[in-house]
């Protein structure tokens, strides 16, 4: 891979494979090749869960980086992702976060394109130049894959097929996604962290007990488990669930209780490179569906499902549930956004940030690790560097 040639001023990427430079945060020619060599490189990005538009004509518009995205379930049944862009004059298509829509019109100039993103109607097409075919104006249509209903986009020719990227994670991810991916949308919190997405995506199995004050008051402790990792980027926690306690901390301790069948390996956690993460714990499936706007703006959009085969008073516990446990304001997770901040701003003074939790070594990769390890993030940060083109220093 060719050296990076848009930097005002080199990247010092310390020997020590524990030490990670805090200048990466907060530059912004960093962002922008993130941007070309991480978020339109060859990676799989989660868009959307089927869940999420489960009839013909749902749509759902998202972003990779900088660039827009509309997901469509099509009147043919089949799912697309597309660039949300007018095939005419590139004018953003659609708007709304969400709809059903049996064809999107563009409101300049009126082009009209159906659920299969094929060119329906464009006014005033008999003095178009000679090359224009309607065949040929459709919407571009950007390569996707789907794994348990989660829709994977990538916008890069050279990605590699979905299950090789996911590796050692798929089973997993397809346990934390009701095991069959047969999933029903329950709602959304989406919030908007003043940070890197490094920051936000940095978080490790090392702080959630220590950080987060609801962990002692529902004497809530991870059951015995372990955190993997692959060589790019992915990481896994699985662990056997261990239901909280209410100690006279909740009025109603309904919100804190496991009404699934099995706790073995009850509680998981994947976290796909670069970007999303996702959790299932006691009765909560939250996919975290995540955005870089831009250098210090992260988006994520908290995802909650239910199983299609949930009954009624099923579906009610998991929102209650999730609801009130994750999420920006959850109980378990609203220390976070104040971390993610607080890092943002701590790391704009000189040096390196040092993991120490789990970490054997230092130099030198590793796979697996303590569930409260923080060296689980190391891989990802190993990944990262090579990706960029970052030469790590001599020691
Ligand atoms: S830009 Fe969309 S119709 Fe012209
Ligand atoms: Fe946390």
Redesign the pocket.
Known sequence: MNAPTVFGAPVHWPAKINEVPKDIFDREDVFRLELERIFYGPEWHPVAHTGEIPSIGDFKTFHIGERPLLIVHGQDGQVRVFYNA?A????LLETNNRGNKAEFE?P????LFDSTGALRG?PGKEDFSPSFTMEGSGLAQVRSAIVGGLIFATLHDATPDIDTWLGRTQPALMQLLGGDGRLKLLGYQKVSYDCNWKAYVDNDGYHAPLLHLAFKMLNWQGGKGSQYATENGHIAFESELKVPTNNGFLRDPSLIAFKGSHTSKGSVIVGLNPLTVMTKHLDMINVRFAVARSLLKTEVHYAYFAHVDDDADMVRHRLRQSSNMLGPCGMVSMEDASIFLRVQQGNRTPGNAVFQKGVKQEHGMWFDFKQNDEAGNLPKWEYYRRVMGFIREES
Not at 108 to 111: E, L
């Open positions: 007018c005419h004059r590139g004018t563009c300049y100039h009126r082009w464009c």
